[in-house]
Nanobody, 120 residues
Framework: VQLQASGGGLVQAGGSLRLSCAASGRAFSRYDMGWFRQAPGKEREFVAA????????YYADPVKGRFTISRDNAKNTVYLQMNSLKPEDTAVYSC??????????????WGQGTQVTVSS
């Protein structure tokens, strides 16, 4: 599966952005999908995931209550709605087909990242 993320940009603190990740290839609806981010000088970290079988959502603690992951299987697209953005949300956001292992979400197939910058 190939993934293409879009929707990043510059936004003021408190604002919102919606990221999109379009997938090509078969069986998108059977992949667990997720979002990760990497800030300058920091390691990549998990943000959110959605299971294909139940659409159950998982979130990292820093984004709970502010970010929402969703998917449209008919459009082969997964979204990340980001509200109440903070400067510390500034990072390159990447989507991935993911799997769970050892209590962590890991990427199996990766898309390119999209830059999100939140100004204070």
């Amino acid at each position: 599966v190939q993934l293409q993320a879009s929707g990043g940009g510059l936004v003021q603190a408190g604002g919102s952005l919606r990221l999109s990740c379009a997938a090509s290839g078969r069986a998108f609806s059977r992949y667990d999908m997720g979002w990760f981010r990497q800030a300058p000088g920091k390691e990549r970290e998990f943000v959110a995931a959605s299971r294909w079988s139940s659409s159950t959502e998982y979130y990292a603690d820093p984004v709970k209550g502010r970010f929402t992951i969703s998917r449209d299987n008919a459009k082969n697209t997964v979204y990340l709605q980001m509200n109440s953005l903070k400067p510390e949300d500034t990072a390159v956001y990447s989507c991935a087909a993911v799997y769970s292992a050892g209590g962590s979400w890991l990427g199996k197939y990766w898309g390119q990242g999209t830059q999100v910058t939140v100004s204070s």
